[in-house]
């Protein structure tokens, strides 16, 4: 787990923190709305772009636009009603043209939004977006029809980013084009009526104060409206910058030129997606999964400052080496070579002189292990896959020093290993950790397929050597770490946890189950058949499993795309239910546009990650795409392919129950591989199956066999195939390669479906229902499962996602009823309001204290101490909350830090009311001083002998007239930590 940026915060936010993420909040069932596709968030976010923007561009949970320079929103109808619509797709289930549609009465409104594909790096820099609305008439008489368009700053905490002030901001329309201070926010195609804000027509420019606006205000709203007649329709078309553009000539634009823009998305994300590994699945959440994956992926790519790189998403903005390996199998497979290989530079960057790869967003500063062999093995198989020698020469120099580093360092070790680390990040332990063994074998293994391929034969058998004695190590330490149930645990022989592992840390926070069990693919460490594989991934389905996923900390949040890890072992060891359970279970914490998520959901919550944390999570979507990849072919074998005569092609890994129905087809055409390109089907017709294969292997690539497990749910009655070769093995069927068809029989085993349905409730009510914050050998037994008379009496289903998705509503449902006795209240979901009324402060006098004042949007500067995500414009925004404030911190020799306010002009000021961050009973110290010309000051109120705590009310200075055009609060002191704090400064005349 990784804390995103913006929850990286000084310590005095912590308590905030910690209230946020333990309110044991649920969402109404009602959300889910059945006709439309699944969402499981109760506040999703997600995106549109294209690859390498500086920045995302955000789609929020109820439907509009944010890119951090201003918001676009719709409302609609004669009481302006926001927008609020949670269930958004992409087109054709994943080209990010994002789409969403409601009805009221008889006219039905269909919106969507798309980036613009540029034709230059300058457009990629600064992408243009178009949005369209069309609202139709579907009832039999007239209906009057008005959508509109407005702008605002930002509404709530579930956009990332900042709120651009809006007071002091001066906004203008003109020719259907919206400007704000001079540049341009928006262009709205012909034929709309202008509202400066809701309800008052726009006559003029004017300041966002004089209609007293707050970021969540929307103003400039473009309406249209029309009398629609039956089956007439009406669409309100616009574009705007992801950041706003000088002004310039007006440019009108159209329908025409809005189709033409949405063509050429479509065409782009066709060619460069839809061309390799297409993937057929009868489930269509599934197969849409697999591509969207790929594509939400590829819009987490940024380039900054000329550097073009892979990030996580929306909260995790920078490159992550840990993920590495999953972003090259999953773009190696579709041939996406240019959205993967511009980190190479990164790679090369972040490695140090004796070879070791630095994932610094992971090492806090340290030089530490975390990440090596994930990028060795990424790096090399890179190579393997693309076959592309001449790349290959030229980061041959980056394997060798990454190899000469795992020689070296493992040499210095008494065991063998790979060197001990701290509790960075994931396993959070102190000691041997089992994963960067595993994967650093992994990474000695692709490094010498890659120095075989160059003819580097030299290379090669030195490091064959190194890795017999490497591979002996290991798994000598695996034997000797292994628990008597088989469980692989998080670190080798030893290891510390706990507050001796890192101080601060309990337990709980601690020794958790990340790539541990990376055991059988793709590592190959253990075979797949070693019932230790089983055994590690079942326990920690026992302990670790909430809403039939893994969590982290102990049952503290769900975790969806660490249990990919789970999954992939299950296939390998022909497991297929388990599998199939937990690819519908991932799937199941998805937004309904494929959106995965990081962390940060309480089980059985508001199904919500933290406003700092958003869907969509770039690593968890490519995990996501690569398990369903996965469903239908995976390389194994043959030690991760140091001995190719060994190797072969898993083909349909997990069939499910649902697709048994004649005529439904499972296929993958054209999927890239390390063997060559992937082309199988399998047509079901009620008795059996007939699969086809029209692979084309490289010459000197072919797999040993083709492996196809024997669905599990049936007994298998005849098979017969054109391969040279056939035998049956443990529920698998092994072919020659040079087979083109198999045709087997089989019928349904008894009562396989007759519980599937009772069997997902029984394990949701088996799960651990706290955080257990024990030490792993002393975790608690888990609860027993329990039925209702009713609930026995269900009909069979067969396992499918719709199965998974009616268990998991059925459950939360029962729970959400416990809750509401309980006195539980639902957590509201909700559009935010398009005009929020500025509230009064609470005063000791009871008196009424207007939210805007002289300093409301004005310049304002700071401290160098300041912290990045609470600039200094925060104290002068309107809004006196603890979700937006001015913090710095002092560090270690408790430094003072400063706020300075511009009121633009001098103002005879009669009164200053200074409002510090509140809670835990924290004093705050500080002074205020006036200047007429930023230079000279004069201390006026001086704070710093002060010990009353501070208040929501803060602190209101009155006094006679004083001119000033300057005001500079300075904090010298808070008695809880090094933070300095200020939610508001006002002053007033």
């Known amino acids: 787990m990784r804390i995103p940026q913006t929850l990286l915060v000084s310590a005095f936010t912590v308590s905030t923190l910690s209230v946020a993420l333990a309110d044991g909040v649920m969402v109404s069932p009602e959300i889910d709305n059945p006709s439309k596709p699944w969402c499981y968030f109760g506040k999703p976010t997600s995106v549109i772009g294209v690859p390498f923007m500086p920045d995302a561009i955000q789609v929020t949970y109820d439907g509009s636009i944010y890119t951090k320079s201003a918001e676009y929103s719709i409302v609609y109808g004669d009481q302006s009603k926001p927008v609020m619509q949670r269930e958004k797709s992409?087109?054709?289930?994943?080209?990010?043209?994002?789409?969403?549609?409601?009805?009221?009465?008889?006219?039905?409104?269909?919106?969507?939004?798309?980036?613009?594909?540029?034709?230059?790096?300058?457009?990629?820099?600064?992408?243009?977006?178009?949005?369209?609305?069309?609202?139709?008439?579907?009832?039999?008489?007239?209906?009057?029809?008005?959508?509109?368009?407005?702008?605002?700053s930002k509404a709530d905490k579930y956009r990332l980013g900042p709120a651009v002030p809006v007071s002091n901001a001066t906004f203008k329309i003109e020719n259907n084009t919206i400007y704000r201070n001079g540049k341009v926010l928006?262009?709205?195609?012909?034929?709309?009526?202008?509202?400066?804000?809701?309800?008052?027509?726009?006559?003029?420019?004017?300041?966002?104060?004089?209609?007293?606006?707050?970021?969540?205000?929307?103003?400039?709203?473009?309406?249209?409206?029309?009398?629609?007649?039956?089956?007439?329709?009406?669409?309100?078309?616009?574009?705007?910058?992801?950041?706003?553009?000088?002004?310039?000539?007006?440019?009108?634009?159209?329908?025409?030129?809005?189709?033409?823009?949405?063509?050429?998305a479509i065409t782009w994300w066709e060619t460069t997606v839809g061309t390799n590994s297409r993937i057929t699945l009868p489930e269509k959440r599934l197969e849409h999964a697999h591509r969207a994956g790929v594509v939400h992926s590829m819009l987490g790519t940024r380039e900054r400052k000329g550097k073009k790189f892979q990030s996580d998403g929306i909260p995790y903005p920078n490159l992550f080496l840990i993920a590495a390996t999953e972003y090259q199998d999953v773009y190696d497979s579709f041939g996406l070579t240019d959205i993967y290989r511009p980190n190479f530079k990164e790679y090369a960057r972040l490695q140090l002189e004796n070879g070791l790869f630095?994932?610094?967003?992971l090492s806090h500063g340290k030089i530490l292990l975390s990440s090596h062999g994930q990028v060795l093995s990424a790096i090399s198989r890179h190579i393997l896959v693309t076959r592309d020698k001449e790349f290959g020469e030229k980061i041959f120099p980056m394997i060798e020093k990454a190899m000469d580093m795992i020689i070296t360092s493992t040499q210095k070790e008494p065991n063998g290993l790979?060197?001990?680390?701290?509790?960075?990040?994931?396993?959070?332990?102190?000691?041997?950790?089992?994963?960067?063994?595993?994967?650093?074998?992994?990474?000695?293994?692709?490094?010498i397929r890659v120095a075989t391929m160059l003819e580097k034969e030299a290379k090669a058998n030195e490091w064959r050597s190194f890795h017999t004695s490497y591979e002996k190590n290991v798994t000598k330490a695996i034997q000797a770490s292994a628990w008597k149930d088989g469980y692989?645990?998080?670190?080798?022989?030893?290891?510390?946890?706990?507050?001796?592992?890192?101080?601060?840390?309990?337990?709980?926070?601690?020794?958790?189950?990340?790539?541990?069990?990376?055991?059988?693919?793709?590592?190959?460490?253990?075979?797949?058949?070693?019932?230790?594989?089983?055994?590690?991934?079942?326990?920690?389905?026992?302990?670790?499993?909430?809403?039939?996923?893994?969590?982290?900390?102990n049952g503290q949040h769900l975790h969806q795309y660490i249990t990919t890890n789970q999954v992939c072992q299950y296939l390998v060891a022909n497991e297929q239910k388990k599998a199939l359970e937990d690819i519908y279970h991932i799937l199941l914490h998805s937004g309904s546009n494929g959106a995965s998520f990081e962390n940060l959901i309480q089980p059985w919550g508001n199904r919500t990650p933290s406003g700092g944390c958003?869907?969509?999570?770039?690593?968890?979507t490519i995990r996501t795409s690569q398990i369903i990849r996965s469903l239908l072919y995976m390389p194994i074998g043959g030690r991760a392919g140091i001995d190719p005569e060994d190797r072969d092609l898993l083909l349909f890994s997990a069939t499910s129950p649902s697709w048994n129905h004649p005529g439904n087809r499972v296929a993958i055409a054209n999927g890239i591989t390390e063997f060559g390109n992937i082309n199988a089907s399998m047509t079901l017709n009620g008795t059996g199956a007939d699969y086809t294969f029209d692979n084309h292997f490289h010459a000197n690539a072919t797999p040993r066999s083709l492996r196809i497990p024997i669905p599990w749910f049936v007994q298998l009655l005849?098979?017969?195939?054109?391969?040279?070769?056939?035998?049956?093995?443990?529920?698998?069927?092994?072919?020659?390669?040079?087979?083109?068809?198999?045709?087997?029989?089989?019928?349904?085993?008894?009562?396989?479906?007759?519980?599937?349905?009772?069997?997902?409730?029984?394990?949701?009510?088996?799960?651990?229902?706290?955080?257990?914050?024990?030490?792993?050998?002393?975790?608690?037994?888990?609860?027993?499962?329990?039925?209702?008379?009713?609930?026995?009496?269900?009909?069979?289903?067969?396992?499918?996602?719709?199965?998974?998705?009616?268990?998991?509503?059925?459950?939360?449902?029962?729970?959400?009823?416990?809750?509401?006795?309980?006195?539980?209240?639902?957590?509201?979901?909700?559009?935010?309001?398009?005009?929020?009324?500025?509230?009064?402060?609470?005063?000791?006098?009871?008196?009424?204290?207007?939210?805007?004042?002289?300093?409301?949007?004005?310049?304002?500067?700071?401290?160098?101490?300041?912290?990045?995500?609470?600039?200094?414009?925060?104290?002068?925004?309107?809004?006196?909350?603890?979700?937006?404030?001015?913090?710095?911190?002092?560090?270690?020799?408790?430094?003072?830090?400063?706020?300075?306010?511009?009121?633009?002009?001098?103002?005879?000021?009669?009164?200053?009311?200074?409002?510090?961050?509140?809670?835990?009973?924290?004093i705050y110290k500080y002074y205020v001083e006036h200047s007429p010309d930023g230079k000279h000051w004069d201390k006026f109120i001086d704070h710093t002998k002060k010990a009353a705590p501070t208040t929501l009310e803060g602190n209101d200075y009155r006094f006679q007239p004083t001119d000033m055009r300057y005001i500079r609060v300075t904090v010298t002191h808070c008695s809880i930590n090094t933070g300095r704090a200020l939610l508001e400064i006002s002053a007033y005349k």
């Open 418 to 447: 790979l060197p001990p680390s701290t509790p960075y990040d994931a396993e959070m332990i102190k000691g041997y950790y089992t994963s960067h063994n595993l994967l650093g074998l992994l990474g000695v293994r692709s490094a």
């Open 358 to 361: 630095l994932d610094t967003n």
């Open 614 to 620: 958003p869907p969509p999570h770039a690593w968890g």
């Open 718 to 922: 005849s098979h017969q195939s054109d391969a040279e070769k056939i035998r049956i093995h443990d529920g698998v069927i092994y072919l020659s390669p040079d087979a083109t068809e198999l045709s087997l029989t089989w019928k349904e085993k008894p009562k396989v479906h007759d519980t599937t349905f009772q069997d997902l409730l029984t394990r949701y009510r088996m799960e651990i229902p706290y955080i257990w914050k024990t030490t792993r050998n002393n975790a608690p037994q888990n609860p027993e499962g329990f039925l209702t008379e009713e609930e026995r009496q269900t009909k069979p289903q067969p396992l499918s996602f719709a199965t998974v998705k009616s268990a998991y509503q059925h459950e939360y449902q029962r729970r959400y009823q416990q809750y509401l006795k309980g006195g539980g209240k639902p957590w509201p979901i909700e559009a935010p309001s398009t005009k929020p009324t500025p509230k009064a402060l609470p005063q000791k006098n009871n008196s009424e204290l207007p939210l805007f004042s002289l300093t409301t949007g004005k310049k304002v500067t700071a401290s160098s101490n300041t912290l990045k995500n609470h600039p200094p414009s925060n104290a002068v925004d309107g809004k006196a909350t603890r979700s937006s404030y001015w913090a710095a911190d002092g560090g270690p020799r408790n430094d003072p830090a400063w706020v300075q306010i511009d009121l633009g002009k001098t103002e005879a000021v009669t009164r200053v009311h200074i409002r510090p961050y509140y809670g835990n009973s924290r």
């Open 186 to 264: 928006a262009v709205h195609a012909s034929g709309c009526q202008f509202d400066a804000v809701d309800g008052t027509p726009y006559s003029a420019p004017f300041q966002g104060i004089t209609h007293h606006m707050t970021p969540a205000t929307l103003s400039c709203i473009a309406w249209k409206q029309k009398v629609l007649q039956p089956g007439q329709s009406e669409t309100h078309t616009l574009s705007f910058p992801r950041v706003p553009v000088a002004e310039t000539a007006s440019t009108v634009i159209s329908e025409k030129e809005y189709n033409a823009a949405r063509s050429q």
């Open 488 to 553: 692989i645990p998080t670190g080798l022989y030893s290891f510390i946890t706990g507050p001796e592992s890192r101080k601060g840390f309990a337990e709980y926070r601690t020794d958790q189950d990340w790539d541990n069990n990376l055991l059988a693919w793709p590592t190959e460490v253990l075979d797949a058949d070693d019932p230790r594989v089983v055994a590690t991934c079942d326990n920690i389905r026992k302990l670790r499993y909430r809403e039939g996923i893994q969590t982290y900390r």
């Open 90 to 152: 992409f087109l054709n289930g994943w080209i990010p043209i994002i789409r969403y549609s409601w009805k009221e009465d008889s006219l039905t409104y269909e919106a969507e939004a798309f980036t613009a594909i540029p034709s230059n790096e300058t457009q990629r820099h600064n992408t243009t977006q178009w949005m369209q609305i069309k609202v139709t008439n579907t009832g039999s008489a007239k209906q009057p029809s008005r959508i509109g368009v407005g702008i605002r």
